[in-house]
């Protein structure tokens, strides 16, 4: 079974720009034999929206695992300064719960008379008003993921760390929760790390895409995108950032 984690990371003052909010300095992971992640280094900052791609198998999990603590960096440092959320790539809903009992997990920060009320607008912002007392089994795979994007968002988290977060839905679904993660964003901003092998799905939802090379993974190209979100997928600009990383993976000349 899948889940959201939550991590709170304590740091010591940085030098990094005061908008930064996640540094890797010079980074490498070893696990066991294998040279994983070698000498990156990275930044993010607040606010912002940043996709990571690459070769299967080149170390993008690894990366994320870093940024949520699971993995120990060998060498170099990791800084991340305020409250993670995890999402991965299989719904994390508690099957025991109902839609309105699970979101109502991720609004224990706030005080007790107020959360009737925030997972009704929670419940309204991604549409499923009358299936708040479903439960998990009885929604579809789409439903069942907008529930928990919504549970991530309206928790008390600064920055959302997001692992293949769609890639057991169907094309359709895809498209539409990328969408509806759009709208969430402006509703409720986060810091956003995304971690996919969906080339696409990162060209439209990002504003910066870090393209790995093959594992040893290190930074290979930093594409950025201008244009606002929700993005087509056939919009010149995804189209064109689409052809440079695939140009830039030896896919497409």
Not at 87 to 110: A, K, M, S
């Amino acid at each position: 079974m899948s889940m959201i984690a939550e991590n709170r990371m304590q740091t010591a003052p940085s030098s990094s720009p005061p908008d930064v909010v996640i540094s890797l300095n010079d980074v490498s992971c070893t696990l066991g034999d294998t040279n994983v992640v070698d000498g990156i280094t990275l930044s993010v900052r607040r606010g912002e929206f940043v996709g990571i791609v690459g070769p299967s198998g080149s170390g993008k999990t690894t990366i994320l695992g870093l940024l949520t603590g699971y993995r120990q960096a060998t060498s170099g440092t990791v800084r991340v300064e305020g409250v993670t959320r995890t999402v991965y790539q299989q719904d994390g809903l508690f099957p025991w719960r109902t839609v309105r009992e699970n979101i109502l997990l991720g609004l224990r920060h706030l005080p007790e008379g107020e959360r009737e009320a925030a997972a009704a607008r929670a419940l309204s912002l991604i549409g499923m008003e009358g299936f708040a007392g479903h439960y998990p089994r009885e929604l579809s795979g789409g439903m069942r993921q907008r529930t928990e994007l919504v549970r991530a968002l309206i928790s008390e988290s600064d920055i959302l760390l997001m692992d293949e977060p769609f890639s057991s839905l169907d094309y359709l679904t895809r498209l539409r929760l990328r969408r509806e993660l759009s709208r969430m964003l402006e509703e409720r901003p986060r810091t956003v790390v995304l971690v996919t092998h969906d080339i696409e799905e990162a060209a439209q939802l990002a504003d910066r895409v870090i393209v790995l090379t093959e594992r040893p993974a290190r930074l290979r190209r930093e594409l950025i995108l201008n244009a606002p979100r929700p993005r087509n997928p056939t919009s010149p600009e995804v189209v064109a950032a689409v052809h440079g990383i695939l140009t830039e993976m030896g896919v497409e000349r």
